[in-house]
C-alpha cells in the first residue's frame, strides 16, 4: 500500500530556510504519470497547494510562491524534498506529501501532516 | 489562477438527510475536478474526482457530478461519521487550486 511521512523540523525562525522530506513507499516515481507534491494548511484555514514533481523531472510551482520553493526527488531513497527560503509566521502551517497518481493531479495518498510554526 | 468558490461555507443537517455542497470554477475546468473529506486533527481524505468516480473504499452515499464550471457533491444519506469539512479541487492546470472548504455538522 501506498505510504507517505514527512519529516523536519517543527519550528523554524523567520528568514530561514525550511527543508521537509518526504519519505514515501508502495509506488516508484520512477513510474510514467506519477508524481509527489506539496501541500499546507494553516491553522484553521484552507488547503493551498505548493509544489509538485513528476517521474519525468518536470516541476510545478504556485505561482505567488515560486521564487521561494524548490522541489527535487531522489527515486534511489524514495524521497522528495521541498525548500522554502525567507520563512515568515505566515508560512506557520500543517505541510502534507502527497501522491499524485498516472490518472491526473488530484492527490489519492496523503502523509499524515507535520506542523511547522515560524517564530523567533 | 483558476478560483474554486464552494456553498455553503457550512451547514447543519440531520441523520439521514440528503445533503449538497457546490462548487464553482472561475473558468472552464472540464470534469478535472476533486474532492476531499477532512475530519478535525486529520489529513484530508480523497473521496472523488472526474468529479463522479468513487475511489476505492469511499461509500457509495457519496457522489460526484457536474462539468465545466459547477460541481456538486452529495451525499444520499448523511450519518453522523460524515461531520467533516469537504473540499473541492481543481485539477485542470497549475495552480492546483482548492476550495475554501464546506464545513458539515450534524444538527
Known amino acids: 500500500q501506498i505510504t507517505l511521512r514527512e519529516s523536519g523540523p517543527t519550528l523554524v525562525k523567520p528568514t530561514q530556510t525550511l527543508t521537509l522530506t518526504c519519505t514515501f513507499s508502495?509506488?516508484?516515481?520512477?513510474?510514467?504519470?506519477?508524481?509527489v507534491g506539496w501541500i499546507r494548511q494553516p491553522p484553521g484555514e484552507a488547503l493551498e497547494w505548493l509544489a509538485l514533481?513528476?517521474?519525468?523531472?518536470?516541476?510545478r510551482y504556485t505561482p505567488s510562491l515560486k521564487t521561494r520553493l524548490t522541489i527535487t526527488k531522489d527515486t534511489s531513497k524514495n524521497q522528495v524534498v521541498l525548500t522554502m527560503t525567507t520563512m515568515d509566521p505566515a508560512d506557520t502551517a500543517t505541510y502534507y506529501c502527497?501522491?499524485?497518481?498516472?490518472?491526473?493531479?488530484?492527490?489519492?495518498?496523503w502523509g499524515q501532516g507535520t506542523l511547522v510554526t515560524v517564530s523567533s | 489562477d483558476i478560483q474554486m468558490t464552494q456553498s455553503p461555507s457550512s451547514l447543519s443537517a440531520s441523520v439521514g438527510d440528503k445533503v449538497t455542497i457546490t462548487c464553482r470554477a472561475s473558468?472552464?475546468?472540464?470534469?478535472?475536478l476533486a474532492w476531499y473529506q477532512q475530519k478535525p486533527g486529520k489529513a484530508p481524505k480523497f473521496l472523488l474526482y472526474?468529479?463522479?468516480f468513487l475511489q476505492s473504499g469511499v461509500p457509495s452515499r457519496f457522489s460526484g457530478s457536474g462539468s465545466g464550471t459547477d460541481f456538486t457533491l452529495t451525499i444520499s444519506s448523511l450519518q453522523p461519521e460524515d461531520v467533516a469539512t469537504y473540499y473541492c479541487?481543481?485539477?485542470?492546470?497549475?495552480?492546483?487550486?482548492f476550495g475554501q472548504g464546506t464545513r458539515l455538522e450534524i444538527k
Open positions: 502527497v501522491h499524485r497518481p498516472n490518472s491526473g493531479s488530484f492527490f489519492d495518498y
Open positions: 508502495g509506488f516508484s516515481l520512477k513510474t510514467t504519470g506519477v508524481g
Open positions: 514533481i513528476f517521474w519525468d523531472d518536470n516541476e
Open positions: 473558468q472552464d475546468i472540464s470534469d478535472n
Open positions: 472526474a468529479p463522479s
Open positions: 479541487q481543481n485539477y485542470y492546470s497549475a495552480p492546483y487550486t
